[in-house]
């Protein structure tokens, strides 16, 4: 071997082994959801709501000088003046809400918060959830509360679940409007094996509700098919979900 080649070879094994440790590491995206629920009590499905906050974030490095990248968007699919007219004959004009937009009308109204996750998802399920949000952002869907057999409009539960067929899309029933749709996300990603770890709580905090601000968070255990109070309930405490009744989605 010619003493310039070996130069060059020794170059690049110094570099591929002082990169990590010169902190040059590239840092590692990984994709997270916190899948979201609300209602009035008793439950009235013009005050209920589903909606979704998913994240892109990177895991860094603790020599890099710039704080990971932290990228969070929402699905939360309501009229565009955000009231809900559920007999309403014909679809109306979408808008898309912000998590805290969403989150402050939905307290608003008097709605309580349920919650699954932060749970750390696969970069597919992650890219079909920015691909709805992008096709609602697009006017591709008007809103209709009863979207059943309305092309081109959906409501705000089948606004998530239509971003993966595994999901359901408009299967989802009507009376499953509020807590049970969250519910269903939560058994239907489960058993999809779309959940790479649970209890992401750090997410949390990076979309500031950490303290929960009136959210319930809960667990689904897809063996013992049970929905769990998580925070601030006690975790081993199950939650009896109260019987789905006839009602219209939103």
Known sequence: MRAPLRVTLSFLAFWMLAGPLAGQVRADEKYYAVFFASQSEPRRPRFSHTFCTFVRAESGDVNQVAEPKFEAHTISWLPSDGQVRVLRLRAEAGRNFSLNDTLRLVRSEGQNIRAYG??????????KLVAQKNKLEAGAYSYKAIDTRRPGACNCMHAVTLADPKWGGFALPDQMYGFPSA????????????????????????????????IRYMDYNPQTRQHLARVPADPNAPIVASQPGTGTTR
């Open 118 to 127: 932060p749970y750390e998802i696969t970069a597919d399920t992650y890219n």
């Open 183 to 214: 519910q269903y996300l939560a058994e239907r990603i489960a058993s999809a094996n779309e959940i790479v770890s649970t209890n992401q709580d750090w997410i949390l905090e990076r979309l500031a509700i950490r303290n929960g601000a009136g």
